[in-house]
């Protein structure tokens, strides 16, 4: 994409309508921070807990305004939730490009949103009917690696060893909760994992060792997805890889995330500073090589782009290798495994945000390619 010498113009994308809200902010504002200002621009383009886009604002006044109570930002918004729905979409599409500050129309979109509407490829595909390039994953690969029961099946269609699990919706569960509490205690046993499909950072997300527990945490996990995972719970240690690239990705180091909580849940992740990440992860170089080779695999099966985090367990007891999840997103402040994986493999944070912007436009070029009429 040629800019006739000028700074290329980057529009960062964060905050939204997500659980993931305040995480996006933290992420946000260490790539605003890092990204080369030699090179690049920065459009910055915040989305309210309610849906209302705030172009211009940065991470930190949107944080500080939501920290006052009852507080939104509304004299920047371009369009709003506020919008009735059945013409939402259409206004959206119609007055994009009015989302950006006049004279700032961006060359390249950096996505730094987690969780559902950025990261699952709600944005992804507003994006591409704007024909903006944009960092990471398209739309196909962006909602499998958010929905945990479709990307499962894929990895145990290709081979991968995945732990048992079962999914159901939230509808079925409120019309035979007892039906399934006795399919589950059936198939899987205790302890058992309980997750919303579509959500990240652990949110929503409980360990159950007896019936009432499941119970609890089923009813829990849907408020926040209208399909919950059941996952039988395996005594395992966590192992973690970051992938970088497109048709020919690269893989990181392994890494280990140890925690003295029951798993590594919420609060352990964001809330206190307990739990280590041991970078390179002490085991045998031959597993290392397994997990490196997974992860390709994976991210290659779930048509992922740019940049994703490949997560595994090893079971202690077998020593067998699951492949748990991929994250089309991660967290993305310097302290966070998937920047802290690129750095001991030899590249810098800023050099990792240079590369995913360069991968981003390889790959909006390559879709240029593509015939879009007869």
Same mark, same amino acid.
């Given at each position: 994409?040629?800019?006739?010498?000028?700074?290329?113009?980057?529009?960062?994308?964060?905050?939204?309508?997500?659980?993931?809200?305040?995480?996006?902010?933290?992420?946000?504002?260490?790539?605003?921070?890092?990204?080369?200002?030699?090179?690049?621009?920065?459009?910055?383009?915040?989305?309210?807990?309610?849906?209302?886009?705030?172009?211009?604002?940065?991470?930190?006044?949107?944080?500080?305004?939501?920290?006052?109570?009852?507080?939104?930002?509304?004299?920047?918004?371009?369009?709003?939730?506020?919008?009735?729905?059945?013409?939402?979409?259409?206004?959206?599409?119609?007055?994009?490009?009015?989302?950006?500050?006049?004279?700032?129309?961006?060359? *390249?979109?950096?996505? !730094?949103?987690?969780? #559902?509407? $950025?990261? @699952?490829?709600?944005?992804?595909? /507003?994006?591409?009917? &704007?024909?903006?390039?944009? *960092?990471?994953?398209? !739309?196909?690969?962006? #909602?499998? $690696?958010? @929905?945990?029961?479709?990307?499962? /099946?894929?990895?145990? &269609?290709?081979?991968?060893? *995945?732990?048992?699990? !079962?999914?159901?919706?939230?509808?079925?569960?409120?019309?035979?909760?007892?039906?399934?509490?006795?399919?589950?205690?059936?198939?899987?046993?205790?302890?058992?994992?309980?997750?919303?499909?579509?959500?990240?950072?652990?949110?929503?997300?409980?360990?159950?060792?007896?019936?009432?527990?499941?119970?609890?945490?089923?009813?829990?996990?849907?408020?926040?997805?209208?399909?919950?995972?059941?996952?039988?719970?395996?005594?395992?240690?966590?192992?973690?890889?970051?992938?970088?690239?497109?048709?020919?990705?690269?893989?990181?180091?392994?890494?280990?995330?140890?925690?003295?909580?029951?798993?590594?849940?919420?609060?352990?992740?964001?809330?206190?500073?307990?739990?280590?990440?041991?970078?390179?992860?002490?085991?045998?170089?031959?597993?290392?090589?397994?997990?490196?080779?997974?992860?390709?695999?994976?991210?290659?099966?779930?048509?992922?782009?740019?940049?994703?985090?490949?997560?595994?367990?090893?079971?202690?007891?077998?020593?067998?290798?699951?492949?748990?999840?991929?994250?089309?997103?991660?967290?993305?402040?310097?302290?966070?495994?998937?920047?802290?994986?690129?750095?001991?493999?030899?590249?810098?944070?800023?050099?990792?945000?240079?590369?995913?912007?360069?991968?981003?436009?390889?790959?909006?070029?390559?879709?240029?390619?593509?015939?879009?009429?007869?």
């Amino acid at each position: 994409m040629a800019t006739t010498g000028r700074k290329l113009r980057v529009g960062l994308f964060f905050g939204g309508r997500s659980a993931e809200h305040h995480i996006s902010l933290d992420s946000a504002l260490a790539v605003m921070t890092h990204l080369d200002a030699d090179k690049y621009d920065v459009v910055p383009i915040g989305i309210s807990r309610t849906g209302t886009w705030l172009p211009g604002i940065s991470p930190a006044a949107l944080l500080a305004s939501e920290r006052v109570e009852g507080s939104e930002p509304k004299d920047q918004a371009v369009f709003a939730s506020a919008v009735d729905s059945s013409d939402r979409s259409r206004f959206m599409l119609e007055h994009f490009a009015q989302a950006l500050p006049v004279n700032h129309a961006i060359d *390249v979109a950096f996505p !730094v949103m987690h969780g #559902a509407y $950025g990261e @699952d490829g709600a944005l992804q595909g /507003l994006l591409e009917m &704007a024909g903006i390039p944009y *960092v990471g994953c398209g !739309v196909i690969g962006s #909602a499998l $690696g958010m @929905d945990k029961e479709k990307m499962k /099946l894929i990895f145990h &269609a290709i081979g991968l060893l *995945v732990v048992d699990s !079962v999914a159901y919706r939230r509808q079925r569960w409120q019309r035979s909760p007892e039906t399934i509490l006795d399919s589950v205690e059936k198939r899987l046993g205790y302890p058992c994992f309980v997750k919303p499909a579509n959500c990240g950072s652990s949110i929503g997300v409980g360990k159950a060792y007896n019936r009432a527990d499941l119970r609890t945490l089923i009813e829990a996990a849907t408020e926040y997805d209208s399909k919950i995972v059941i996952e039988h719970a395996i005594d395992c240690r966590e192992l973690e890889c970051s992938v970088l690239g497109n048709c020919d990705p690269t893989v990181s180091v392994v890494g280990e995330v140890v925690t003295d909580h029951d798993f590594y849940d919420y609060h352990a992740k964001y809330l206190d500073d307990t739990s280590q990440i041991n970078i390179p992860a002490d085991i045998p170089e031959a597993l290392a090589t397994v997990i490196r080779e997974q992860a390709i695999q994976a991210f290659l099966a779930l048509d992922l782009s740019g940049l994703a985090r490949v997560d595994f367990f090893l079971e202690k007891e077998t020593d067998l290798l699951y492949i748990n999840e991929v994250n089309t997103l991660p967290s993305f402040t310097p302290q966070c495994m998937y920047p802290r994986l690129c750095a001991v493999s030899g590249l810098s944070y800023t050099l990792l945000l240079d590369y995913l912007i360069e991968l981003a436009l390889e790959r909006h070029a390559d879709r240029r390619r593509n015939r879009t009429c007869l």
